[in-house]
């Protein structure tokens, strides 16, 4: 064909590489890219499941907490026999007692029938809370909650391994004692029992408002992590 046919290949050569947007002669608007949303690291924690990582993580320190103090006043002090005694201030001692009931020697098991239907139903006590403990949105709540649930399950392994739980803590005014000889678990129990019932009497309005506050930041925080 000569050079005309060199020429026209040529041409159909360039059009073909030709960016898309200049071929046949004209300008074409290009389509605009759908922004993307960078990656900016960890999705934030949902706060509700953060104060729920809260409680579990206090009801775990309240447990160790309760079992420390217990083995260092009976193997590190060696206050383990019934009637043993030191006294830390003029109005608090340790003095070691054998709690077969429950908190505060309530309900004391006198069988091993006892003992073990009382391991029992304490411990479905304290699957209860933990259920009641993950179905709470406040912080407070769920606090008061975890200190229950530490204090049971620490009272539960000693009554547990040794048949009894372990008392040490004896607070005295004269011979005047407004409780029982406790332990931290009772403490924690005791709290955590007046917070439940104080805040259930008093915080009903306060509560709610929080908890929608929380709800709102949910939904705000699921928004925008589509």
């Known amino acids: ?24 002669g004209r300008r074409r608007s290009m389509r ?11 999705r934030p924690m949902n706060p509700i499941m953060k104060n729920r990582i809260i409680g579990c993580v206090t009801a775990l320190a309240i447990f160790v907490v309760d079992q420390l103090t217990k083995n260092y006043v009976t193997k590190g002090l060696g ?21 077969f009931g429950v908190s505060l020697g309530m309900f004391e098991a006198t069988s091993p029938e006892m003992r073990w239907g009382l391991v029992l139903v304490t411990a479905l006590i304290a699957l209860v ?21 530490g204090g049971a399950l620490g009272n539960i392994k000693d009554r547990y391994d040794l048949g ?12 005047f004692r407004p409780f029982l000889i406790f332990n931290v678990a009772d403490a924690a129990i005791t709290i955590g029992v ?33």
């Open 1 to 24: 064909r000569g050079c005309d046919g060199h020429t026209d290949i040529r041409k159909q050569v360039r059009a073909l590489l030709a960016p898309a947007s200049f071929r046949d």
């Open 32 to 42: 605009p890219l759908r922004a993307r949303r960078r990656p900016t690291g960890c």
């Open 79 to 99: 206050i383990d026999r019934v009637g043993d005694a030191m006294e830390i201030l003029p109005f608090f001692d340790l003095r070691f007692t054998r709690n």
């Open 129 to 149: 809370v933990t259920v009641w403990m993950m179905r709470e949105k406040l912080l407070a709540d769920i606090l008061a909650l975890s200190l229950i649930l």
């Open 164 to 175: 009894y739980v372990v008392d040490f803590a004896d607070l005295h005014f004269g011979e």
């Open 194 to 226: 007046v917070i439940v019932l104080a805040r259930a009497f008093f915080m009903g309005d306060k509560d709610k408002a929080e908890v929608d506050g929380l709800m709102n930041s949910k939904a705000a925080d699921a928004a925008e992590s589509k």
